[in-house]
């Protein structure tokens, strides 16, 4: 125990760092200054060995390298140790005797799992060399086996076999949803290409999409800095792979500007420009989607909404299909509403709990004068009357009047608090998707949720799927392999604000907030008959 307190104390002056490779936790990096890297026997560590072009040492992250780490750590104190090393390192201390190996969730670096073992045993080797798509790092001396159906199936029954593998609990969770999802694919299909030519700066093909590869150390050299910035660059032997998105076109831009002595192949030049407006474009979304105010107005509503309800509706109709998930109280229903008057886009159908139906019809009637509206009660009242400008609905009536009002051919669907389609097997969740399909792209698709619980990323990914979103947040199993773990919050927030999420918070938007106002909402009562019993044996009494 006193070992790996003093692993987690800051030390002046510092040698050097002890971290944990984030691509997926499955190695410690050492990194070592000056006289230390003579000094320090890095070297002697199990499985250690130097990397390439950067001057640090990895060493598997396995229980045989704690007490050696641990002893190191305690005859050399100016090795500084992060927290998630230092972790790391009381996790592997606590495993079973004889663990010899681990299985980890690969987010950064390729999606899909890093399995880490030292030394292999030869039948072990055998059995990952039959997984589909399987590839050895030889950078970091891992194997990764890609996050597919098949793959994940395979690996399930190797690690069966081999109850000296510690596997992360998220690790089981993912497998057995990949098996359990058939056609659906996160990885890269492990085809190896020939290694190109170094030296160049070019557009090729990545595991999940496009890139820009450069020798890693000209890119070092030249933008050694803002790549550190950039998630998801893959080393492949001497070449980096950049990932051709938006939020490296920072880097990108730099390294295109110091390309002094590279190559530059046909369409670099003019891809990063693209990449930069893309960036731009998001940039100006992220700011839209927590804007307290804008110039853009809704003519026509029964009311005047607030400066921030009009940020609101302009995200709405920018990127049509979206959370508002404002903080509750500041009026999703209101811009809900004023959306679709915006648009124009009737009919409209509002799927909401059944205690809010009254208060959606009593805002909509005030918010859209002039417009049609109709409440959909249970079944024995029979079947969704066509024609209305506005249906709303509740969630327990969405899967057995699902082909009425798919008779609607409604161009705007609310999913008021859309949390409630969290769960993809149920079936209002897949009425939900069905409905939100067939929306064209001049329509709305809008969900409302003032608790989106973004700390438990899994459970969004219906309501992206809702959407219509989960491919531009990397599709189903880029999602799960680079979120799940819930590590790449900041990273998730940015994404979903430049894409489809709105949100303030009440403190930030107090100034435009009137005083505390009371409202009485009527609720429908689902035990009239009990309650009517009970008001007739009062007066018998």
Not at 158 to 163: E, I, K, S, Y
Not at 181 to 200: I, M, N, T, W
Not at 359 to 384: C, D, K, M, T, Y
Request: charged letters at 25%; glycine letters at 10%; proline letters at 6%.
């Amino acid at each position: 125990m006193g070992r790996r307190s003093r692993a987690r104390r800051h030390r002046s002056p510092v040698w050097g760092s002890v971290k944990l490779e984030p691509t997926a936790g499955s190695h410690f990096l050492i990194g070592l200054r000056g006289h230390a890297a003579e000094s320090v026997p890095i070297g002697e560590l199990p499985g250690a060995h130097r990397l390439s072009g950067s001057g640090k040492w990895s060493v598997p992250a396995l229980p045989a390298a704690v007490d050696p780490l641990l002893d190191l750590l305690g005859a050399h104190p100016a090795l500084q140790v992060d927290d998630a090393a230092a972790d790391a390192l009381e996790e592997l201390d606590e495993l079973p005797a004889g663990t010899v190996g681990t299985v980890t969730l690969a987010s950064v670096d390729r999606p899909g799992f890093a399995v880490t073992v030292d030394p292999v045993p030869p039948a072990l080797l055998r059995a990952l060399a039959r997984l589909p798509g399987y590839a050895r790092d030889e950078r970091l001396g891992r194997w990764l086996v890609p996050a597919g159906r098949d793959a994940a199936a395979g690996l399930l029954d190797l690690l069966d076999g081999w109850a000296e593998i510690h596997t992360e609990d998220i690790v089981g969770e993912v497998l057995e949803a990949l098996v359990a999802s058939p056609g659906r694919r996160l990885g890269p299909s492990g085809d190896q290409s020939s290694a190109p030519r170094p030296c160049e700066i070019r557009l090729g093909e990545g595991p999940d999409g496009e890139v820009v590869t450069v020798c890693a150390d000209c890119a070092d050299q030249r933008a050694g800095a803002e790549l550190d910035s950039v998630a998801d660059v893959l080393y492949d032997g001497y070449e980096l792979l950049i990932p051709a998105v938006p939020d490296a076109a920072p880097a990108l831009r730099c390294l295109l500007d110091r390309a002094d002595g590279l190559a530059v192949a046909d369409g670099v030049a003019e891809r990063i420009a693209e990449l930069d407006e893309a960036r731009r474009r998001a940039d100006e979304m992220v700011a839209l989607s927590q804007a307290h105010d804008t110039s853009f107005s809704v003519a026509g509503l029964g009311g005047t909404l607030r400066p921030f309800q009009r940020a609101g509706v302009e995200y709405a109709l920018r990127t049509r299909r979206t959370f508002l998930a404002d903080e509750q109280g500041l009026g999703k229903t209101v811009q809900a509403l004023a959306a679709v008057a915006a648009a124009g886009a009737y009919p409209a159908l509002v799927v909401c709990p059944a205690s809010l139906k009254l208060n959606w019809q009593r805002e909509a009637e005030r918010w859209l004068p002039g417009r049609s509206i109709q409440v959909v009660g249970r079944r024995s009242q029979g079947a969704v009357i066509t024609g209305a400008d506005l249906t709303i609905i509740n969630y327990e009536q969405l899967a057995p009047q699902e082909e009425a009002l798919g008779e609607l051919d409604a161009r705007v669907l609310v999913l008021d608090e859309s949390h409630y389609c969290k769960n993809p097997k149920a079936k209002r969740t897949q009425a939900a998707r069905r409905l939100a399909g067939s929306i064209g792209p001049d329509g709305l698709v809008l969900a409302l949720t003032g608790t989106p619980l973004l700390n438990r990323p899994m459970e969004l990914l219906p309501q992206l799927d809702l959407l219509g979103r989960l491919r531009e947040l990397g599709g189903y199993g880029r999602f799960i392999t680079t979120y799940a773990r819930g590590v790449e919050l900041d990273r998730l927030h940015r994404q979903l604000r430049a894409t489809c999420f709105v949100r303030r918070r009440k403190h930030e938007v107090l100034a435009q907030l009137p005083a505390k106002q009371r409202s009485v909402v009527p609720v429908e009562l689902d035990n009239r008959r009990e309650y009517a019993q009970a008001e007739a044996d009062v007066v018998a009494f």
